[in-house]
Each structure stands twice: as C-alpha cells, then as structure tokens.
T-cell receptor, first 114, second 111 residues
Framework: GAVVSQHPSRVICKSGTSVKIECRSL??????MFWYRQFPKQSLMLMATSNEGSKATYEQGVEKDKFLINHASLTLSTLTVTSAHPEDSSFYIC??????????FGPGTRLTVT | GIQVEQSPPDLILQEGANSTLRCNFSDSVNNLQWFHQNPWGQLINLFY???GTKQNGRLSATTVATERYSLLYISSSQTTDSGVYFCAVDLGNFGNEKLTFGTGTRLTIIP
C-alpha cells in the first residue's frame, strides 16, 4: 500500500512553454500533498503544501505565479511550471500524506528546459 | 528554522561491512523519518521513528529525542544499499506536516 505515482517521469521542453506534472496517490486518499525540488547532489527543498480543495501554501522564495499547484481531489495534485526557463530545470518530487506525520513519495519528474 | 545535519556526507564501504549514519537536529521534533533515495531518484520510506528503536531486517534505527539525534544502522551491506540516505523531521505544529530534510549521506557499497 501507500503508492504514489508521478507523470511524466521525464520531460524536455523549450524555454517559455509551460509544463504540467501530475501526482497521484494510487491506493489511499491523501489529505495533504507536498511538492519538493531537488538539484543535483543536494537535498530536497519543500516548495509548497497542497490541501484538497484549498489554495496551496508556498514556502518563502517560491513564486506562486510560476509554480501553479492544483489539488482537485484527494488523489490528485498537479504542478504547472509556467513560462519555464533553463533555471527551472530540476528534479521535482511529490509526496502524499496518508496518516498524520508520515509521507510517501512519488518517483519524481526530471524537467529539462532548453 | 530548524537545522538538520547528517554525517558523514559520504561513505564508501566494501560489501558485507556495517555502517552507522547520524542525523542531528537543532530543535524538538514531533516526527522523524529515514529515507533511502535510490540511483533513479525514488525515495523509499525506511523508518518512521520520532523516538525509540526499530528494526527491519538488516536495518535498524534509534532516535534519542531528548538529545536531538537519530542513528541509522546498516548491517552486512549489499550493493543495492547504495544511494543517498536522508533523515527528515517535522516540528509537529498544529496542522503542519512539513518535512525538513537533512543534508544526506551518500553511501557507496563496493562489491
């Protein structure tokens, strides 16, 4: 149990375009989903916390208008990187919380902006 | 904010060796988890251990909350244990489940 999927696993896009990443909890209902960003050989940095049916809470320094988060149901959250630029290239990982204080992670999405 | 430091940053061992990874945190926490990030980037839950000791096969973990550290033990290492190990903590404020990740330990097991 506690499986989280992400799609796509890898995406290459041109500068100025938008990219949508989906995060799904496959076998449980997630009250909260989280989005993280990880640069090569670095730790995970939380970008935002997403609760179903409400606006996401963004961490300091994360641009709300660039990283749009939608949490439409208890099993799906999406992250849209708008007007992507090469500096947005990174590994994006989502997680879902089933029980209070325990998170399960998706396999990640590697975004390359050319 | 809370600081989470892991040591050592890198560890290279022969297959069959034992290892101890450490996680220090700067404030009281309500939750601590250990993860293994495999070479493909997938984070695998190892332990949810805000306090006490747990064991799962060759892996075990101990958290001493009053002294603000946790240890992850890996015995009889295998090449599949290679990857990055992260601890992550949650301050446990009401409605706040945010995890702050440690700096990570990169483990390489040589055949």
């Amino acid at each position: 149990g506690a499986v989280v999927s992400q799609h796509p696993s890898r995406v290459i896009c041109k500068s100025g375009t938008s990219v949508k990443i989906e995060c799904r909890s496959l076998d449980f209902q997630a009250t909260t989903m989280f989005w993280y960003r990880q640069f090569p050989k670095q730790s995970l940095m939380l970008m935002a916390t997403s609760n179903e049916g409400s606006k996401a809470t963004y961490e300091q320094g994360v641009e709300k208008d660039k990283f749009l988060i939608n949490h439409a149901s208890l099993t799906l959250s999406t992250l849209t990187v708008t007007s992507a630029h090469p500096e947005d290239s990174s590994f994006y990982i989502c997680s879902a919380s089933r029980l209070l204080y325990e998170q399960y992670f998706g396999p990640g999405t590697r975004l390359t902006v050319t | 904010g809370i600081q989470v430091e892991q040591s050592p940053p890198d560890l290279i061992l022969q297959e069959g060796a034992n290892s101890t990874l450490r996680c220090n945190f700067s404030d009281s926490v309500n939750n601590l988890q250990w993860f293994h990030q495999n070479p493909w980037g997938q984070l695998i839950n190892l332990f949810y251990i805000p306090s006490g000791t747990k064991q799962n096969g060759r892996l075990s973990a101990t958290t001493v909350a009053t002294e603000r550290y946790s240890l992850l033990y890996i015995s009889s290492s295998q090449t599949t244990d290679s990857g990055v190990y992260f601890c992550a903590v949650d301050l446990g404020n009401f409605g706040n489940e945010k995890l702050t990740f440690g700096t990570g330990t990169r483990l390489t097991i040589i055949p």
